[in-house]
């Protein structure tokens, strides 16, 4: 592979460099044992054992992993009692940040080493590149442990199928990480509102993007090069395919799969049914060392109780214009959301529809914010109304969390008490079958049928 042989200058990035540019910057204070940044200081002390408490593993503990680490630390009675990561850098961080929490977890390099070797877990948290999440999964559900796993479920449907009938082998809970599914607001806004109460009267649009600006392929310090031996061991050609595997068919689906999955699985939550087919146009456009494309914007078509409904999805990387959001469109309104308040968090009602100040004083809505004033121009050449927006009623529900810790939340819930989980297996499976056959899409470029069995696995 022409990335790996021409090791690019990023190969040759500082220690220095890599702490102040990457995502992970301020990893080097936890490297040496102290605090990073805004810490999980509000979390119960760890070291008071409870009777429920769960033991768990993190298996990966690279940037998502330490996302999941950060929320876990925040509930109640988990303890991370070993970590896993084929990156000493990894291992030395986690290991460190846990340490100042009360966690003093066993360290391991291989994940087969630690479940050889762990006794009395109860759970583990798999938080590695895609192409090993089935394999992890499978082996923790037969070692007799519950699993979250980070979405998406797979790079490959075959893989993703087989994690859903090692759970159901197994007897043992495997949440999938789409973690809206268990943020209040996604549940009070697609449930209550949307579903419940008709708030859009039919929703005939969806629309939803994830638009990022241009970024510079990741690198790593010098002195935390992974041996050649050991990245053969696991399957990567070099540094720069471990660093950034997302971008590589191998090991990853490419930014449609890596973000769009979050947000399509909402099209169906709302619909209450799978696409009909999808129609994409996308390409490698931009980026010349990524083997997946680097833009891609997709339609969904679905065939709804009360009749064909649509959805529009894009994901750019060359611009963040606009950031994250989900729209949905119906004739009586729309609703905007977002995991981020400010880029969506607000119902717009259209002048014909039926009145919601009654939802607002029952607090499913709050009241409406002062719309913008109309305003004519006029000139000689063309005669320009500006209609105004309709006003805003924003929700009531707010997220006080990090976005993951509902999620996390429900599947320990689920592990000690029983209750459903949010994304099951079967239910993660539907939203990998639509992004998988949307990048299959782009290939083909022509339109792509789904068939109702194809989303049973």
Known sequence: MGISEKRPAIDRITRRDFLKSSATAGLGVALAGTALGQ????????????????????????????????????????????????????????????????????????????????????????????????????????????????????????KARSMVLAARETGKLLQIGHQRRSNPRYIHAIDRLIRDRSLLGRVTVAYAQWNRAKADLLGWPEKYVIDQATLDKYGYNSMTEFRNWRLFKKFGGGPMVDLGSHQIDLFSWVYGTHPKSVVASGGLDYYKNWEWYDNVMAIYEFETKEGTSRAFYQVQTTTQHGGFYETFMGDNGSLVLSEIPQRGNWAMREPHAPEWDSLAKAGLLQSESV??????TKNVYVDVRVTAEAGRWPLPVELAKPAHQPHLENFFDAVRRGTSLNCPAELAYESCVAVLKTNEAVRARRVMDFRPEQFKA
């Open 371 to 376: 719309p913008i004033q109309k305003s004519t």
């Open 39 to 158: 810490s999980p200081s509000q979390a119960a002390p760890a070291a008071a054992k409870s009777a429920d408490e769960l033991r768990v593993a993190v298996i990966g503990c690279g940037a998502q992993g330490r996302v999941l680490i950060e929320s876990m630390l925040r509930i109640p009675s988990v303890r991370i009692a070993a970590i896993c990561d084929i990156w000493s850098y990894s291992r030395q961080y986690a290991g460190n940040y846990l340490k100042k929490y009360g966690h003093v977890a066993n360290v391991y390099e291989d994940y087969r080493e630690l479940l050889a070797a762990e006794k009395g877990l109860q759970a583990a948290v798999v938080a590695t590149p895609d192409w090993v999440h089935a394999e992890q999964a499978d082996a923790c559900l037969r070692a007799g442990l519950h699993v979250y796993c980070e979405k998406e479920m797979s790079n490959s449907l075959d």
